[in-house]
């Protein structure tokens, strides 16, 4: 699986962008679908979180209202909406997909694909 993360850029506060992470390769298997960032100097941390078989999502506590995931099938895509941009979302996006698959021996493999990032910076 190949993620190609994009959408980033800079904005004011209270401004949106859009990020799109689009998928290529064995998609079938991915059944997840995660935003993460990394600000400078902090840890990488979760932001949102989708399923791709129910569609059920999740939020980090600082996002939650603002952000939003959804998914495109169609296009091999999950979008980040990212709304009341605020200068703490400043970070580098990151894409990640959980995949599972059976292999020709009937085994199954889980594996964890990452998108090359894309930088947010929101000023104040």
């Known amino acids: 699986v190949q993620l190609q993360a994009s959408g980033g850029g800079l904005v004011q506060a209270g401004g949106s962008l859009r990020l799109s992470c689009q998928a290529s390769?064995?998609?079938?298997?991915?059944?997840?679908v995660q935003w993460y960032r990394q600000a400078p100097g902090k840890e990488r941390e979760l932001v949102a979180a989708?399923?791709?078989?129910?569609?059920?999502?999740s939020y980090a506590d600082s996002v939650k209202g603002r952000f939003t995931i959804s998914t495109d099938n169609a296009r091999n895509t999950v979008y980040l909406q990212m709304n009341s941009l605020k200068p703490e979302d400043t970070a580098v996006y990151y894409c990640?997909?959980?995949?599972?698959?059976?292999?020709?021996?009937?085994?199954?493999?889980?594996?964890?694909?990452w998108g090359q990032g894309t930088q947010v910076t929101v000023s104040s």
């Open positions: 390769g064995r998609v079938s298997s991915i059944n997840a």
């Open positions: 989708i399923s791709t078989s129910g569609g059920s999502t």
């Open positions: 990640r997909a959980d995949t599972l698959y059976y292999n020709d021996y009937g085994a199954p493999v889980v594996a964890a694909y």
